[in-house]
């Protein structure tokens, strides 16, 4: 009547009974931790945040008006994330030096892009009425997102 098939039958229920506990109990944890991600996304996307993305031929000026643009911000009272330098672009091109006899020797040309990014929370109005009447060197291109 007690032989070890009893037993053995009721291992192998209670294991089974085990094993759904535990895989519902990940699944809860999955779920409160996707909860918990969107909740701190919410907060995240409350803050007013301005991203500057400043391009450059010349790592010098771009330096420069990152510099201002960095200086100006934090004078007006807005936290500010950066210079993050980005990757550089390089564009290679070569060319023929003769059109016609010398066509083996050839010229190389390296075009290089900088790129900076930098980021401004939380700004205020004064923040954005400065970025707005910045004076940059020439040779800058500024893109600023809100």
Not at 48 to 71: F, N
Request: glycine share 4%.
């Amino acid at each position: 009547m007690w032989g070890i098939n009893y037993f053995n039958s009721n291992i192998k229920q209670n294991c089974k009974v085990v094993v759904k506990l535990i895989k519902l109990f990940k699944l809860n944890t999955v779920v409160e931790e996707k909860n918990n991600k969107q909740d701190n996304k919410d907060k995240e996307d409350s803050k007013q945040k301005i991203r500057i993305k400043i391009r450059a031929y010349d790592h010098k000026i771009i330096d420069q008006a990152a510099k201002t643009i960095i200086d100006g911000a934090q004078r007006s009272g807005a936290q500010v994330f950066g210079p993050i330098p980005l990757p550089t672009a390089k564009k290679k091109y070569t060319v023929n030096k003769s059109t016609f006899v010398h066509k083996a020797s050839k010229d190389q040309f390296e075009m290089r892009v900088y790129k900076r990014l930098i980021d401004i929370i939380e700004p205020t109005a004064k923040t954005v009425e400065l970025l707005t009447s910045l004076s940059l060197p020439a040779g800058v291109d500024v893109e600023i997102r809100m």
